[in-house]
């Protein structure tokens, strides 16, 4: 039976297909106490899709370099061995962590159209509340100078919407967002990342 007619809500697993590495550790973690020949290359990495933080076990004759694009999904894997856990914020290494904003913000250029109309399209959440004003640094006079100007016509690019509302550096808000919700899980509205 369907969920709608069961009555019950279902949750959909939403699996990523292509991830970017944000750390390679050829010889596993450092405080795994098995012999070098024994550990399996790790590497963590960030969904293009979800942003979902994973760990994969890399086969033997692979060198990823962090931000290289690796495909993680159903089928034959030319890098990847296989998935072995979901991520928390807390369990990257220092590297993967310092390595994050970047990675993001080089997803979200690459998907730029996606985000673009994200600030043509968002709308309120409550009465009070705007999903405008869910990026940091976004406040009402913010958020009704993009409203006033998307209804002069909509968006074509980060660039476009930079030079007609001034100070807004859509990148850098899209990007700290997103970094919010991954560190964030909890977090009460989320427009990117997936719990």
């Known amino acids: 039976m369907e969920a709608e007619e069961t009555g019950k809500a279902s949750k959909i697993e939403k ?3 292509y991830a970017y590495i944000l750390d390679f ?15 399996e290359p790790l590497a963590q990495v960030i969904g293009e899709r979800y942003f979902t933080l994973l760990e ?35 369990d990257l290494t220092p590297s993967a962590k310092k390595e994050l904003p970047f990675v993001v913000e080089k997803i979200v250029r690459l998907r730029e159209q996606e ?29 009704w100078a993009i409203i006033e100007e998307r ?3 909509p968006f074509k690019s980060f660039e476009d919407l930079s030079s007609r509302v001034k100070g807004v550096q859509p990148v850098k808000l899209i990007v700290g967002r997103i970094l919010h919700e991954i560190q964030n899980p909890n977090t009460k509205y989320r427009i990117f990342v997936e719990a």
């Open 56 to 90: 994969l076990s890399i086969k033997k004759d692979k060198n990823p370099l962090v931000m290289d694009r690796v495909y993680i999904g159903k089928g034959e894997r030319d890098v990847v061995n296989r998935i072995k856990r979901k991520l928390r914020y807390e």
């Open 115 to 143: 985000f673009v109309e994200f600030f043509n399209k968002a709308g309120p959440i409550t009465t009070k509340m705007h999903q405008l004003e869910l990026l940091p640094g976004v406040g009402k006079k913010t958020m």
């Open 15 to 17: 699996y990523e297909d």
């Open 151 to 153: 209804k002069r016509g």
């Open 25 to 39: 550790l050829p010889y596993g973690h450092v405080d795994d106490k098995r012999p070098l020949h024994k550990r």
